[in-house]
């Protein structure tokens, strides 16, 4: 069936005024300022975007798609995400990881949950590896997985500056670097280095080493978390302002640590700084676990990172610090399709897929999801439930 999103204002991510938009099949097939429905023709399922705003669907990189935590033994290990964890926060694509625990979390089990979140109907993707150094990887090699599996993409999440990584050298983390670069390379994909930045007082100087003592661009790493404190928060605009990317993490905020600071501030505080806005991206930690604390930093138990927050931090970019609509959507959507070399999502664009989002004009509030041209939420209604949901 052909559907027709009529009497939206498109933002893609960039405005593009009030068109209307054809999808065909799975893909975004025709944009302009107005289509009629032919008499006599195929059925054509007709969606009334008046009062709407057309956003493409968002990218989280950074998922624990088959749980995290475990940091407080078994118990505290976090349960497996849904479906409609995902889609109702308006995310259409997911890169999943493994975090801490790359021992009762495995590879094998993270591409089999990769591959049924995408049989449920959106897009997936897999970094190799957790935090641990040597790399645990599916086939043995990071090259290997690269070019011979479809959904991995990159390394990660390698821990640096924690006490729960394996204190690797930079040497190590450099071989790791190269060891993705070629596989990216030879396979066509990013090979990204996604990195978890602890509260540890190196921040980001094995990457700087790198960075100056080898080939290795900076563009190779994805450094998360950057928003932890405010160290790490000034290491990252420095950073950033040399060309690397920074992914900021809106399930962080002064809940998690005292001195952390929200997404929305952190792209404020980085725009003001001079990083450009391509150099930013947000993401969840969906599904990873977290620390609540009380007004006066007492700790009060374990929460559970929500893919809502994404969008949740992205709405307080705009309504709270001022940013526009169309650079703030930028950070999940274009840029991290650019950077993970998702050539097919990001944007609104004639033969790119039909991930789309519906937003409420006046608040900002999701009220469509489409993901590859299916009807996922409408009008806050969840028409696709998970398998077992």
């Known amino acids: 069936m052909l559907k027709l999103i009529k009497n939206g204002e498109i933002y893609g991510p960039e405005y593009l005024g009030k068109k209307d938009l054809l999808i065909v099949g799975n893909k975004i097939g025709y944009l302009a300022p107005e289509i009629k429905v032919p008499d006599d023709f195929v059925e054509i399922e007709v969606i009334d975007a008046t009062d709407k705003l057309v956003v493409p669907g968002f990218i989280d990189s950074h998922v624990h798609i088959l749980g995290g935590g475990g940091e407080g033994s078994y118990k505290t290990r976090t349960p497996e995400i849904q479906l409609t964890d995902i889609t109702t926060a308006g995310v259409t694509t997911v890169i999943g990881c493994l975090g801490t625990d790359g021992t009762t979390r495995s590879m094998e089990s993270l591409l089999a949950k990769a591959r049924g979140l995408e049989e449920e109907g959106i897009t997936t993707y897999i970094y190799t590896g957790s ?25 990660g999440e390698i821990a640096l500056s924690d006490h729960r990584s394996s204190q690797p050298t930079v040497e190590d983390l450099a071989k790791i670097a190269a060891a993705s670069r070629v596989g990216g390379i030879l396979s066509g994909k990013a090979g990204i280095i996604n990195i978890h930045v602890g509260d540890g007082q190196r921040k980001l100087d094995y990457l700087e080493e790198i960075i100056s003592t080898t080939e290795i661009p900076i563009s190779q790493f994805l450094p998360t978390h950057i928003n932890r404190n405010q160290e790490l928060f000034k290491a990252g605009i420095e950073y950033a302002k040399k060309g690397g990317f920074v992914d900021l993490t809106s399930s962080i905020d002064s809940t998690v640590s005292g001195s952390a600071l ?22 969840s930690d969906g599904q990873g676990s977290l620390p609540v604390f009380d007004e006066k930093g007492q700790f009060l138990g374990l929460g559970v990172g929500k893919l809502d927050s994404l969008f949740a931090e992205v709405r307080k970019s705009v309504n709270n610090e001022g940013i526009p609509l169309a650079d703030a959507l930028k950070v999940i959507t274009s840029n991290p399709a650019r950077i993970l070399k998702l050539e097919n999502k990001g944007v609104i664009k004639e033969n790119k897929d039909a991930d789309l989002v519906l937003l409420k004009k006046d608040t900002l509030e999701i009220e469509t999801v489409i993901a590859l041209g299916k009807v996922m939420i409408q009008n806050k209604e969840i028409k696709v439930k998970g398998t077992f949901q």
């Open 131 to 155: 935090y641990r150094v040597p790399v645990r990887t599916l086939t043995g090699d990071i090259q290997d997985d690269l070019i011979l599996i479809d959904k991995i993409i990159g390394v």
């Open 262 to 283: 929200s997404c929305s501030q952190g792209l404020k505080e980085m725009l003001a700084a001079g990083v450009s806005i391509d150099n930013i991206t947000f993401s």
